[in-house]
């Protein structure tokens, strides 16, 4: 949710694209916390397809605009790229779990289990939180796709001539990916959602079975017609959230500026992240690099290590070197005589003596 909203005020297209990612990755640690290891194997799997359509229709994107990634200046661009758009729209429509899309399942089964997770406390409120983000991650999408390719074209005059379709070696890897997201989810639908004929209810949940011997995850019995309506429900509240973008950047593209204007403080919030940068700069960066400074390196390395004990024990050595042992090394025939005669005596001494 945080995430999510986050992506809600982003503009550059990228940058909208991190936010979905880090909002997806909840979604994947909800099914976990859920017991539901297999759903959240699911959504790494779909997730990649799209995401990476994504951000690989993004990169197209960008390169048509000669690495321009601002959304406020872009607009328009489906009649220069159609190909790039159909690609990029393949994506949203996964990401936002269209009926069938790859995101369709892998979403439904993760809203399923924290539905079911009557052993977690408040596991009603993560169903709800998760619920609300479906809807909101179908309206930042569709609000990026829109920006993007539809409505009037804000793209300066001297790009906007420019702008062309990539190669077809850019756009060959958009239709693999595009391909994968529309089918990628019927690894794994559940038996309540299998559409494909013949497949044996049993056995629909093909990833699950797949990973079952090493996942024992929680498992709850629901009935077709319970997991249809809640997959009915997310899809509803899903295109609730597309139909709102649509409204506000294509039908009505004057509000969002009002909006902007009338919610004031609270965007300026979502906008800049809610500090969280700035925040975690402060907590925990500055705190680390300041220990490292000042106790770890100018205290214990510079100070202990490099000071007190490697250039400590050469001063030792260079200093009874020069202050006692060189005393002895005088380079005189007659000390070195008188030092050989006094050490025969003092061992034929002990040897008389013992």
């Not at 709850?220 to 509240?237: I, K, N, P, Q």
Request: aromatic share 12%; net charge positive; charged share 10%.
């Amino acid at each position: 949710m945080l995430a999510a909203t986050i992506a809600l005020t982003q503009r550059d297209i990228k940058r909208v694209l991190a936010y979905s990612t880090v909002s997806q990755l909840g979604y994947m640690f909800l099914a976990a916390g859920c017991g539901a290891y297999s759903a959240a194997i699911f959504h790494v799997v779909t997730h990649a397809f799209f995401k990476a359509l994504l951000f690989l229709g993004s990169g197209a994107v960008i390169l048509a605009m000669h690495h321009e990634q601002d959304t406020d200046k872009m607009g328009g661009l489906r009649a220069s790229i159609p190909w790039t758009h159909r690609w990029f729209l393949l994506g949203v429509l996964a990401i936002a779990g269209f009926p069938f899309f790859s995101g369709f399942f892998s979403k439904d089964e993760i809203l399923l289990s924290a539905y079911l997770a009557h052993d977690v406390p408040g596991h009603g409120a993560l169903y709800a939180i998760a619920l609300a983000t479906a809807g909101i991650t179908a309206f930042y999408m569709f609000r990026l796709h829109f920006r993007t390719f539809l409505g009037k074209s804000r793209v300066e005059a001297e790009v906007k001539s420019h702008v062309h379709e990539p190669s077809q070696w850019i756009l060959a890897p958009l239709g693999v990916l595009g391909v994968l997201s529309i089918f990628g989810g019927f690894l794994g639908p559940s038996a309540a959602l299998n559409i494909v004929p013949g497949v044996d209810p049993a056995h629909s949940n093909s990833l699950a079975n797949f990973l079952g011997s090493v996942l024992h995850g929680v498992h709850h019995e629901v009935s077709f017609a319970t997991e249809r309506g809640l997959a009915a429900v997310s899809v509803a509240v899903a295109g609730a959230g597309g139909l709102l973008a649509a409204w506000l950047y294509v039908w009505k593209p004057e509000l969002p500026a009002r909006i902007r204007a009338a919610l004031g403080g609270l965007h300026r919030v979502v906008a800049n992240k809610y500090w969280v940068d700035e925040i975690y700069d402060a907590v925990i960066v500055r705190p680390l690099v300041s220990l490292s400074e000042n106790v770890l390196y100018r205290g214990i390395d510079a100070g202990l290590i490099d000071g007190a004990m490697v250039n400590g024990s050469a001063r030792l050595v260079r200093g009874l070197a020069s202050g006692v042992l060189r005393h002895f090394q005088s380079g005189l025939t007659q000390g070195y005589l008188f030092l050989m005669v006094l050490g025969t005596l003092l061992i034929a001494s002990y040897l008389v003596a013992g």
